[in-house]
């Protein structure tokens, strides 16, 4: 069966720190791992895209990391923003099917 | 430009109305698509245009019918809703129409708001 699970299911954290979202995937056949950042009522942003044979990709403070092995991902985020409050979606990309987490909620406190 | 454009904003319809969301890129996208999004829940992929041809339709009910005049837009007519189809519809483009199972990166709309009364 097809599914994404992320964890944890919200998250608050001060300005200024740091945090890590996982992700466990089963998707098959896989071709990529996608976060996507979706602020309330908005369409979701593109972060990062990455095939099985990518580690790690960054984008500005975001960097997302895959383990296509024990099908896991992370996605770390450095000295966080109150912009950065927003959910954060994890996508399994198989052949011809999206598989769509069900999001990290974070919220990034002064 | 990388902006995907979705109008209304908001929509409001009662059971029996007959209503068209609008959305559309000027990015040279070939692939468009209609997501639809409960709150708290992850999007739904409904309808997906490769090169203004239906190429993926996840069962979605009649009600719902996509059109893709030309490549740079898609409309998705309502007809007869129901109360549960209230929910955030999002478009997306990308590339090429690998997008929803290559590495292309799929550009979202806004989305439209919609309550079915």
């Known amino acids: 069966k097809n599914q994404v699970e992320q964890s944890p299911q919200s998250l608050i954290i001060l300005e200024g720190k740091n945090c890590t979202l996982q992700c466990n995937y089963t998707v098959s056949p896989f071709s990529n791992l996608r976060w996507y950042k979706q602020d309330t009522g908005r369409g979701p942003v593109s972060l990062t895209i990455m095939t099985f044979s990518e580690n790690t990709k960054s984008n500005g403070r975001y960097t997302a990391t895959l383990d296509a092995d024990t099908k896991q991902s992370s996605l770390h985020i450095t000295a966080s923003q109150l912009s950065d409050s927003a959910s954060y979606i994890c996508v399994g990309a198989g052949f011809q099917k999206l598989v769509f987490g069900t999001g990290t909620r974070l919220l990034v406190s002064p | 430009d990388t902006e995907v454009t979705q109008t209304p904003k908001h929509l409001v319809m009662g059971m029996t109305n007959k209503k068209s969301l609008k959305c559309e890129q000027h990015m040279g996208h070939r692939a468009m698509y209609w997501y639809k999004q409960k709150a708290k829940k992850p999007p739904e992929l409904m309808f997906v245009?490769?090169?203004?041809?239906?190429?993926i339709n996840e069962s979605v009910p009649s009600r719902f019918s996509p059109e893709c005049p030309n490549s740079s837009l898609l409309n998705l007519h309502l007809h007869a809703l129901q109360p549960e189809d209230s929910a955030l519809y999002l478009c997306?483009?990308?590339?090429?129409?690998?997008?929803?199972?290559?590495?292309?990166?799929?550009?979202f709309g806004p989305g439209t708001r919609l309550t079915v009364l």
């Open positions: 245009y490769s090169y203004e041809k239906l190429s």
């Open positions: 997306a483009s990308s590339q090429s129409g690998t997008g929803a199972f290559g590495t292309d990166t799929q550009y």
